[in-house]
């Protein structure tokens, strides 16, 4: 069992930054970040294993994912925010062919 704890959202102005963190009770493999926003399905973002990472296209160029392995934490640093990428935002995990959840932190991207 992998528990996964974020944090780091909040408000923020279109254009401004913000930086989510997640931090697994263990080891992981493929690690990475999703969202979802009211009416919509939860939508990949961005992942990471080991040194290959994968973006959703709208966020390509804004958005960087990376981890610490020695901490087991993820990170998702987030630039040139737009209001549409207000959601929940949620890490997930892979590890031993199971999937694991966090928890959820909200982004809301002001204008």
């Known amino acids: 069992q992998v528990q996964l704890v974020e944090s780091g959202g909040g408000l923020v102005q279109a254009g401004g930054s913000l930086r989510l963190s997640c931090a697994a009770s263990?080891?992981?493999?493929?690690m990475g970040w999703y969202r979802q926003s009211p009416g919509n399905q939860r939508e990949l973002v961005a992942t990471?294993?080991?040194?290959?990472?994968d973006y959703a296209d709208s966020v390509k160029g804004r958005f960087t994912i990376s981890r610490a392995d020695a901490k087991n934490t993820v990170y998702l640093q987030m630039n040139s925010l737009k209001l549409e990428d207000t959601a929940v935002y949620y890490c997930?995990?892979?590890?031993?062919?199971?999937?694991?959840w966090g928890q959820g932190t909200q982004v809301t991207v002001s204008s």
């Open positions: 997930n995990a892979w590890w031993m062919g199971y999937v694991y």
């Open positions: 990471i294993t080991g040194d290959s990472t």
């Open positions: 263990g080891s992981t493999d493929v």
